[in-house]
Protein backbone atom coordinates (compact mmCIF):
# COMPACT_ATOMS: atom_id res chain seq x y z
CA UNK A 1 0.00 0.00 0.00
CA UNK A 2 1.18 3.45 -0.77
CA UNK A 3 -0.40 5.18 2.36
CA UNK A 4 -0.50 3.09 5.72
CA UNK A 5 -3.28 4.54 8.39
CA UNK A 6 -0.22 6.26 9.63
CA UNK A 7 0.78 8.55 7.13
CA UNK A 8 -3.30 9.19 5.96
CA UNK A 9 -3.06 10.22 9.35
CA UNK A 10 -0.04 12.72 9.58
CA UNK A 11 -1.76 13.87 6.42
CA UNK A 12 -4.93 14.51 6.81
CA UNK A 13 -4.81 15.42 10.97
CA UNK A 14 -2.75 19.04 10.46
CA UNK A 15 -4.70 19.28 7.47
CA UNK A 16 -7.83 19.51 10.22
CA UNK A 17 -6.35 21.84 13.03
CA UNK A 18 -5.25 23.99 9.71
CA UNK A 19 -8.66 24.14 8.42
CA UNK A 20 -9.95 24.78 12.30
CA UNK A 21 -7.63 27.76 12.98
CA UNK A 22 -9.02 29.09 9.59
CA UNK A 23 -12.87 28.62 10.79
CA UNK A 24 -11.83 29.60 14.39
CA UNK A 25 -9.76 32.83 13.23
CA UNK A 26 -12.89 33.49 10.63
CA UNK A 27 -15.70 33.25 13.32
CA UNK A 28 -13.21 35.63 15.62
CA UNK A 29 -12.54 38.21 13.07
CA UNK A 30 -16.60 38.41 12.65
CA UNK A 31 -16.79 39.19 16.17
CA UNK A 32 -14.29 41.42 16.70
CA UNK A 33 -15.67 43.50 13.72
CA UNK A 34 -19.08 42.74 14.45
CA UNK A 35 -18.68 45.38 17.83
CA UNK A 36 -17.79 47.80 15.62
CA UNK A 37 -21.37 47.14 13.84
CA UNK A 38 -23.63 45.20 11.23
CA UNK A 39 -22.44 47.59 8.63
CA UNK A 40 -19.18 46.55 9.21
CA UNK A 41 -19.63 42.85 9.33
CA UNK A 42 -21.54 42.95 5.98
CA UNK A 43 -18.85 45.25 3.96
CA UNK A 44 -16.46 42.68 4.64
CA UNK A 45 -18.58 39.88 3.94
CA UNK A 46 -19.30 41.44 0.36
CA UNK A 47 -15.65 41.74 0.08
CA UNK A 48 -14.49 38.51 1.07
CA UNK A 49 -16.81 37.05 -1.79
CA UNK A 50 -14.27 38.85 -3.99
CA UNK A 51 -11.57 38.07 -2.08
CA UNK A 52 -12.15 34.29 -2.37
CA UNK A 53 -13.22 34.47 -6.02
CA UNK A 54 -9.49 35.36 -6.74
CA UNK A 55 -7.91 32.85 -4.01
CA UNK A 56 -9.87 30.16 -5.88
CA UNK A 57 -8.08 30.90 -9.18
CA UNK A 58 -4.93 30.70 -7.06
CA UNK A 59 -5.63 27.73 -5.49
CA UNK A 60 -7.20 25.90 -8.31
CA UNK A 61 -3.53 26.82 -10.23
CA UNK A 62 -2.28 25.10 -7.01
CA UNK A 63 -4.58 22.10 -7.72
CA UNK A 64 -2.86 21.31 -11.01
CA UNK A 65 1.00 21.95 -9.73
CA UNK A 66 0.15 20.09 -7.05
CA UNK A 67 -1.59 17.28 -9.33
CA UNK A 68 1.35 17.46 -11.97
CA UNK A 69 4.14 17.29 -8.72
CA UNK A 70 2.40 14.07 -7.67
CA UNK A 71 2.27 12.21 -10.69
CA UNK A 72 6.01 12.78 -10.85
CA UNK A 73 6.93 11.68 -7.54
CA UNK A 74 4.67 8.97 -8.17
CA UNK A 75 7.02 7.63 -10.73
CA UNK A 76 10.20 9.12 -8.65
CA UNK A 77 10.89 11.74 -10.82
CA UNK A 78 12.13 14.68 -8.17
CA UNK A 79 14.07 16.24 -10.36
CA UNK A 80 10.87 17.14 -12.70
CA UNK A 81 8.35 17.32 -9.78
CA UNK A 82 10.91 20.40 -8.40
CA UNK A 83 10.64 22.15 -11.87
CA UNK A 84 6.85 22.12 -12.06
CA UNK A 85 6.81 23.01 -8.30
CA UNK A 86 9.00 26.22 -9.23
CA UNK A 87 6.93 26.93 -12.36
CA UNK A 88 3.70 26.56 -10.54
CA UNK A 89 5.00 29.26 -8.08
CA UNK A 90 6.50 31.80 -11.06
CA UNK A 91 3.02 31.67 -12.34
CA UNK A 92 1.10 32.12 -9.39
CA UNK A 93 3.55 35.21 -8.90
CA UNK A 94 2.83 36.85 -12.07
CA UNK A 95 -0.85 36.24 -12.27
CA UNK A 96 -1.67 37.43 -8.55
CA UNK A 97 0.13 40.87 -9.41
CA UNK A 98 -1.96 41.51 -12.30
CA UNK A 99 -5.05 40.92 -10.46
CA UNK A 100 -3.56 42.97 -7.28
CA UNK A 101 -2.98 45.66 -9.79
CA UNK A 102 -6.53 45.77 -11.59
CA UNK A 103 -8.20 45.68 -7.83
CA UNK A 104 -6.51 48.39 -6.94
CA UNK A 105 -6.83 50.64 -9.83
CA UNK A 106 -10.28 49.52 -10.22
CA UNK A 107 -11.89 49.17 -6.70
CA UNK A 108 -14.77 51.69 -6.85
CA UNK A 109 -16.47 50.56 -10.36
CA UNK A 110 -15.79 47.34 -8.89
CA UNK A 111 -17.81 47.34 -5.81
CA UNK A 112 -20.76 49.58 -7.53
CA UNK A 113 -20.84 47.41 -10.45
CA UNK A 114 -21.42 44.11 -7.59
CA UNK A 115 -23.17 45.88 -4.79
CA UNK A 116 -24.12 48.91 -5.98
CA UNK A 117 -27.63 48.19 -4.00
CA UNK A 118 -25.91 48.00 -0.74
CA UNK A 119 -26.06 51.35 1.85
CA UNK A 120 -23.49 53.62 1.86
CA UNK A 121 -21.85 52.96 5.07
CA UNK A 122 -21.47 49.25 4.05
CA UNK A 123 -20.23 50.41 0.49
CA UNK A 124 -17.64 52.77 2.40
CA UNK A 125 -16.41 49.68 4.44
CA UNK A 126 -16.49 47.46 1.62
CA UNK A 127 -13.93 49.67 -0.04
CA UNK A 128 -11.49 50.33 2.61
CA UNK A 129 -11.52 46.49 3.03
CA UNK A 130 -10.61 45.74 -0.92
CA UNK A 131 -8.01 47.97 -1.07
CA UNK A 132 -5.89 47.39 1.74
CA UNK A 133 -6.64 43.08 1.62
CA UNK A 134 -5.63 43.71 -2.45
CA UNK A 135 -2.21 44.04 -1.35
CA UNK A 136 -2.00 40.78 0.28
CA UNK A 137 -3.48 38.43 -3.09
CA UNK A 138 0.31 37.71 -3.74
CA UNK A 139 1.75 36.32 -1.19
CA UNK A 140 -1.80 34.58 -0.32
CA UNK A 141 -0.93 33.18 -3.98
CA UNK A 142 2.75 31.97 -2.92
CA UNK A 143 1.26 30.22 0.06
CA UNK A 144 -1.44 28.21 -1.30
CA UNK A 145 0.70 27.58 -4.26
CA UNK A 146 3.83 25.99 -1.78
CA UNK A 147 1.23 24.72 0.96
CA UNK A 148 -0.21 22.55 -2.09
CA UNK A 149 3.64 21.24 -2.52
CA UNK A 150 4.20 20.18 1.37
CA UNK A 151 0.91 18.15 0.76
CA UNK A 152 1.73 16.48 -2.07
CA UNK A 153 5.40 15.68 -0.32
CA UNK A 154 2.85 13.90 2.61
CA UNK A 155 3.95 16.86 4.74
CA UNK A 156 0.54 19.11 6.59
CA UNK A 157 2.42 19.42 9.82
CA UNK A 158 4.62 22.09 8.22
CA UNK A 159 1.73 23.99 6.67
CA UNK A 160 -0.28 23.81 10.20
CA UNK A 161 2.63 25.47 12.41
CA UNK A 162 2.56 28.01 9.63
CA UNK A 163 -1.24 28.40 9.69
CA UNK A 164 -1.09 28.73 13.54
CA UNK A 165 1.82 31.57 13.21
CA UNK A 166 -0.58 33.18 10.72
CA UNK A 167 -3.62 33.02 12.27
CA UNK A 168 -1.88 34.58 15.68
CA UNK A 169 -0.65 37.28 13.75
CA UNK A 170 -4.32 38.11 12.14
CA UNK A 171 -5.78 37.66 15.77
CA UNK A 172 -3.37 40.24 17.92
CA UNK A 173 -3.23 42.31 14.78
CA UNK A 174 -6.92 42.55 15.20
CA UNK A 175 -6.87 43.26 18.51
CA UNK A 176 -4.25 45.91 18.82
CA UNK A 177 -6.11 47.56 15.77
CA UNK A 178 -9.59 47.38 16.00
CA UNK A 179 -9.65 47.71 19.30
CA UNK A 180 -6.71 49.27 20.42
CA UNK A 181 -6.05 51.73 17.14
CA UNK A 182 -10.04 52.07 16.68
CA UNK A 183 -9.59 51.82 12.85
CA UNK A 184 -12.29 49.09 12.52
CA UNK A 185 -12.20 47.33 8.96
CA UNK A 186 -9.39 49.13 8.34
CA UNK A 187 -7.63 47.17 11.29
CA UNK A 188 -8.67 44.00 10.35
CA UNK A 189 -7.79 44.23 6.71
CA UNK A 190 -3.78 45.19 7.76
CA UNK A 191 -3.70 42.04 10.65
CA UNK A 192 -4.98 39.71 7.44
CA UNK A 193 -2.59 41.32 5.44
CA UNK A 194 0.54 41.33 7.24
CA UNK A 195 -0.37 37.37 8.23
CA UNK A 196 -0.28 36.79 4.88
CA UNK A 197 3.06 38.09 4.06
CA UNK A 198 4.73 36.27 7.04
CA UNK A 199 3.25 33.60 6.08
CA UNK A 200 4.30 33.59 2.71
CA UNK A 201 8.04 34.73 3.39
CA UNK A 202 8.33 31.51 6.10
CA UNK A 203 7.30 28.62 3.51
CA UNK A 204 9.24 30.05 0.31
CA UNK A 205 12.29 29.80 2.96
CA UNK A 206 11.18 26.57 4.04
CA UNK A 207 10.70 25.15 0.24
CA UNK A 208 14.40 25.88 -0.68
CA UNK A 209 15.75 23.83 1.93
CA UNK A 210 17.55 20.86 -0.36
CA UNK A 211 16.57 17.50 2.11
CA UNK A 212 12.98 17.92 0.86
CA UNK A 213 11.56 15.57 -1.54
CA UNK A 214 10.65 18.43 -3.65
CA UNK A 215 12.86 21.78 -3.32
CA UNK A 216 13.59 25.71 -5.39
CA UNK A 217 17.51 24.44 -4.82
CA UNK A 218 18.67 25.02 -8.49
CA UNK A 219 15.54 25.54 -9.42
CA UNK A 220 14.95 29.30 -10.09
CA UNK A 221 14.66 30.62 -12.73
CA UNK A 222 12.16 33.55 -14.37
CA UNK A 223 11.70 32.08 -17.78
CA UNK A 224 8.32 30.39 -17.88
CA UNK A 225 8.66 26.80 -18.73
CA UNK A 226 5.93 26.51 -21.19
CA UNK A 227 5.58 21.78 -21.37
CA UNK A 228 5.46 22.38 -17.41
CA UNK A 229 2.92 24.89 -17.55
CA UNK A 230 0.94 23.48 -20.49
CA UNK A 231 0.38 20.44 -17.60
CA UNK A 232 -0.44 23.00 -14.75
CA UNK A 233 -2.64 24.48 -16.17
CA UNK A 234 -4.43 21.50 -18.03
CA UNK A 235 -5.82 20.67 -14.64
CA UNK A 236 -5.45 24.42 -13.46
CA UNK A 237 -7.89 26.11 -16.17
CA UNK A 238 -10.72 24.51 -15.87
CA UNK A 239 -10.71 23.97 -12.25
CA UNK A 240 -9.93 27.75 -11.68
CA UNK A 241 -13.03 28.65 -14.04
CA UNK A 242 -15.25 26.12 -12.15
CA UNK A 243 -13.77 28.02 -9.06
CA UNK A 244 -14.40 31.25 -10.69
CA UNK A 245 -17.72 30.60 -12.62
CA UNK A 246 -18.81 29.47 -8.88
CA UNK A 247 -17.59 32.00 -6.84
CA UNK A 248 -19.21 34.49 -9.15
CA UNK A 249 -22.54 32.45 -9.10
CA UNK A 250 -21.81 33.54 -5.06
CA UNK A 251 -21.11 37.04 -5.61
CA UNK A 252 -24.53 37.03 -7.73
CA UNK A 253 -26.60 35.61 -5.16
CA UNK A 254 -25.06 37.89 -2.74
CA UNK A 255 -26.01 40.85 -4.90
CA UNK A 256 -29.85 39.42 -4.61
CA UNK A 257 -29.23 38.77 -0.40
CA UNK A 258 -28.22 42.34 -0.53
CA UNK A 259 -31.96 43.40 -1.35
CA UNK A 260 -33.33 41.30 1.25
CA UNK A 261 -31.80 44.13 3.85
CA UNK A 262 -28.75 44.28 6.27
CA UNK A 263 -30.38 41.85 8.87
CA UNK A 264 -30.16 39.24 5.78
CA UNK A 265 -26.74 40.16 4.70
CA UNK A 266 -25.05 39.85 8.51
CA UNK A 267 -26.88 36.18 9.19
CA UNK A 268 -25.45 34.86 5.77
CA UNK A 269 -21.91 36.15 6.61
CA UNK A 270 -22.33 34.04 10.06
CA UNK A 271 -24.03 31.24 8.49
CA UNK A 272 -21.45 30.81 5.99
CA UNK A 273 -18.99 31.38 9.02
CA UNK A 274 -20.09 28.41 10.75
CA UNK A 275 -21.25 26.61 7.47
CA UNK A 276 -17.34 26.68 7.34
CA UNK A 277 -16.97 24.84 10.57
CA UNK A 278 -19.46 22.61 9.53
CA UNK A 279 -17.78 21.26 6.37
CA UNK A 280 -14.66 21.57 7.92
CA UNK A 281 -12.77 17.72 7.99
CA UNK A 282 -14.32 17.26 4.94
CA UNK A 283 -12.68 20.12 3.35
CA UNK A 284 -9.47 18.86 5.06
CA UNK A 285 -9.89 15.61 3.94
CA UNK A 286 -10.65 16.81 0.04
CA UNK A 287 -7.28 18.32 0.07
CA UNK A 288 -5.51 15.02 1.47
CA UNK A 289 -7.10 12.90 -0.91
CA UNK A 290 -6.16 15.23 -4.20
CA UNK A 291 -2.78 14.06 -2.96
CA UNK A 292 -3.30 10.41 -2.41
CA UNK A 293 -4.67 9.90 -5.74
CA UNK A 294 -2.42 11.98 -7.50
CA UNK A 295 0.11 9.43 -6.30
CA UNK A 296 -1.28 6.63 -6.60
CA UNK A 297 -2.48 7.57 -10.14
CA UNK A 298 1.55 8.61 -11.11
CA UNK A 299 2.41 4.97 -9.83
CA UNK A 300 -0.21 3.73 -12.28
CA UNK A 301 -2.38 1.89 -9.11
CA UNK A 302 -5.94 2.44 -9.76
CA UNK A 303 -7.08 -0.27 -7.48
CA UNK A 304 -5.43 2.09 -4.87
CA UNK A 305 -6.80 4.99 -6.06
CA UNK A 306 -10.47 3.16 -5.63
CA UNK A 307 -9.64 1.87 -2.25
CA UNK A 308 -9.02 5.55 -0.61
CA UNK A 309 -11.37 7.95 -2.30
CA UNK A 310 -13.46 5.13 -0.63
CA UNK A 311 -11.96 5.14 2.55
CA UNK A 312 -11.31 8.86 2.76
CA UNK A 313 -15.22 9.22 2.04
CA UNK A 314 -16.40 6.91 4.93
CA UNK A 315 -14.01 8.93 7.14
CA UNK A 316 -15.25 12.34 5.28
CA UNK A 317 -19.32 11.76 5.95
CA UNK A 318 -18.54 10.73 9.35
CA UNK A 319 -16.75 13.81 10.37
CA UNK A 320 -19.13 16.10 9.02
CA UNK A 321 -21.75 13.97 10.53
CA UNK A 322 -20.57 14.25 14.10
CA UNK A 323 -19.93 18.30 13.85
CA UNK A 324 -23.66 18.90 11.85
CA UNK A 325 -25.25 17.26 14.87
CA UNK A 326 -23.37 19.75 17.10
CA UNK A 327 -24.18 22.50 15.46
CA UNK A 328 -28.11 21.77 15.28
CA UNK A 329 -28.24 21.46 18.92
CA UNK A 330 -26.30 24.11 20.21
CA UNK A 331 -26.96 27.13 17.34
CA UNK A 332 -28.97 28.76 19.58
CA UNK A 333 -26.29 29.26 22.02
CA UNK A 334 -23.24 29.59 19.51
CA UNK A 335 -25.05 32.23 17.86
CA UNK A 336 -25.38 34.65 20.92
CA UNK A 337 -21.20 35.34 21.11
CA UNK A 338 -22.07 37.28 17.47
CA UNK A 339 -24.36 39.72 19.29
CA UNK A 340 -26.97 40.06 16.35
CA UNK A 341 -30.23 41.27 16.49
CA UNK A 342 -32.94 39.14 17.80
CA UNK A 343 -34.62 39.32 13.71
CA UNK A 344 -30.77 38.21 12.48
CA UNK A 345 -30.58 35.56 14.87
CA UNK A 346 -34.07 33.83 14.42
CA UNK A 347 -33.10 33.55 10.77
CA UNK A 348 -29.48 32.67 10.79
CA UNK A 349 -30.76 29.23 13.19
CA UNK A 350 -33.34 28.35 10.66
CA UNK A 351 -30.87 28.55 7.72
CA UNK A 352 -27.23 26.97 9.58
CA UNK A 353 -30.04 24.11 11.04
CA UNK A 354 -31.25 23.30 7.31
CA UNK A 355 -27.42 23.34 6.26
CA UNK A 356 -26.50 21.28 9.19
CA UNK A 357 -29.21 18.10 7.75
CA UNK A 358 -28.18 18.39 4.61
CA UNK A 359 -24.48 18.41 4.41
CA UNK A 360 -24.62 15.06 5.88
CA UNK A 361 -26.18 13.13 3.18
CA UNK A 362 -24.90 15.80 -0.03
CA UNK A 363 -22.10 17.66 0.64
CA UNK A 364 -18.94 15.42 0.67
CA UNK A 365 -19.78 13.38 -2.17
CA UNK A 366 -20.55 16.46 -4.47
CA UNK A 367 -17.19 17.91 -3.52
CA UNK A 368 -14.99 15.25 -2.16
CA UNK A 369 -15.49 12.10 -4.76
CA UNK A 370 -14.39 15.37 -7.87
CA UNK A 371 -10.83 15.08 -6.56
CA UNK A 372 -10.52 11.27 -7.56
CA UNK A 373 -11.16 12.55 -11.47
CA UNK A 374 -9.66 15.58 -10.70
CA UNK A 375 -6.19 13.63 -9.67
CA UNK A 376 -6.63 11.92 -13.21
CA UNK A 377 -6.94 14.60 -15.56
CA UNK A 378 -10.82 14.44 -15.81
CA UNK A 379 -11.30 17.90 -15.18
CA UNK A 380 -12.98 19.14 -18.16
CA UNK A 381 -16.08 17.07 -17.52
CA UNK A 382 -16.19 17.95 -13.76
CA UNK A 383 -16.14 21.68 -14.44
CA UNK A 384 -18.83 21.62 -16.97
CA UNK A 385 -21.25 19.73 -14.44
CA UNK A 386 -20.24 22.10 -11.61
CA UNK A 387 -20.58 25.32 -14.07
CA UNK A 388 -23.67 23.97 -15.05
CA UNK A 389 -25.25 22.82 -12.12
CA UNK A 390 -24.56 25.96 -9.98
CA UNK A 391 -26.03 28.18 -12.65
CA UNK A 392 -29.16 26.39 -13.24
CA UNK A 393 -29.87 25.26 -9.86
CA UNK A 394 -28.10 27.33 -7.25
CA UNK A 395 -28.67 30.07 -8.66
CA UNK A 396 -32.02 29.56 -11.00
CA UNK A 397 -33.66 28.16 -8.39
CA UNK A 398 -32.76 30.81 -5.89
CA UNK A 399 -34.59 33.46 -8.02
CA UNK A 400 -37.25 31.21 -8.40
CA UNK A 401 -37.62 31.01 -4.70
CA UNK A 402 -36.73 34.30 -4.02
CA UNK A 403 -39.12 35.95 -6.87
CA UNK A 404 -41.94 33.54 -6.58
CA UNK A 405 -42.19 31.84 -2.70
CA UNK A 406 -41.08 35.04 -1.04
CA UNK A 407 -38.32 32.11 0.36
CA UNK A 408 -35.82 34.77 1.58
CA UNK A 409 -32.56 34.24 3.05
CA UNK A 410 -33.76 30.36 3.42
CA UNK A 411 -34.50 29.70 -0.05
CA UNK A 412 -31.17 30.77 -1.62
CA UNK A 413 -29.66 28.15 0.89
CA UNK A 414 -32.37 25.62 -0.29
CA UNK A 415 -30.89 26.02 -3.79
CA UNK A 416 -27.23 25.38 -3.11
CA UNK A 417 -28.33 22.09 -1.84
CA UNK A 418 -30.75 21.54 -4.98
CA UNK A 419 -26.80 22.44 -6.67
CA UNK A 420 -25.31 19.14 -4.19
CA UNK A 421 -27.81 16.70 -4.80
CA UNK A 422 -27.47 16.90 -8.78
CA UNK A 423 -23.09 16.92 -8.60
CA UNK A 424 -23.38 13.96 -6.12
CA UNK A 425 -25.42 12.19 -9.08
CA UNK A 426 -23.50 13.19 -11.78
CA UNK A 427 -19.83 12.49 -10.11
CA UNK A 428 -20.90 9.15 -8.50
CA UNK A 429 -22.11 8.06 -12.03
CA UNK A 430 -18.85 9.38 -14.41
CA UNK A 431 -16.74 7.82 -11.67
CA UNK A 432 -18.06 4.30 -11.35
CA UNK A 433 -18.46 4.56 -15.38
CA UNK A 434 -14.13 4.30 -15.40
CA UNK A 435 -13.53 6.68 -18.07
CA UNK A 436 -11.76 8.86 -15.70
CA UNK A 437 -9.27 6.09 -15.76
CA UNK A 438 -8.62 6.50 -19.24
CA UNK A 439 -7.64 9.96 -19.09
CA UNK A 440 -4.95 9.39 -16.27
CA UNK A 441 -3.52 6.34 -18.31
CA UNK A 442 -2.96 9.60 -21.48
CA UNK A 443 -2.25 11.65 -19.00
CA UNK A 444 0.78 9.63 -17.46
CA UNK A 445 2.04 8.70 -21.33
CA UNK A 446 2.63 12.36 -21.46
CA UNK A 447 4.83 13.10 -19.20
Excluded at 42 to 50: A, F, K, N, R
Amino acid sequence: MLYTNKDLKRLIIPLVFEQLLAILVGMVDTVMIAGVGEAAVSGVSLVDTINILVINITAALSTGGAVVTGHFLGQKDTENASKSAWQLVLFSVCLSLIVTVLFLGAHGPLLRIVFGQVEPEVMSNASVYLVITALSICPLAIYNACAALFRAMNDSKTTMYIAIAMNLINLVGNAILIYGAKIGVAGAAIATTLSRIVAAVIIMYLMFHSDRVINFRGQVTWKINGRIIKKILYIGIPNSLENSLFQLGKILLLSLISTFGTYSIAANAVCNTLAGFNILPGQAINMALLSVASMCIGAGDFNQARYYTKKLIRIAIGCVGAISAILFVFAPWILKIYQLTPQTESLAIQVLRYHTVLAVIFWVPSFTLPNTLRAAGDVVWTMIIAASSMWIFRIGFAYVFSSYFNGGLLGVWVAMTIDWAFRTLCYGMRYHRNKWERYADSGRAGT
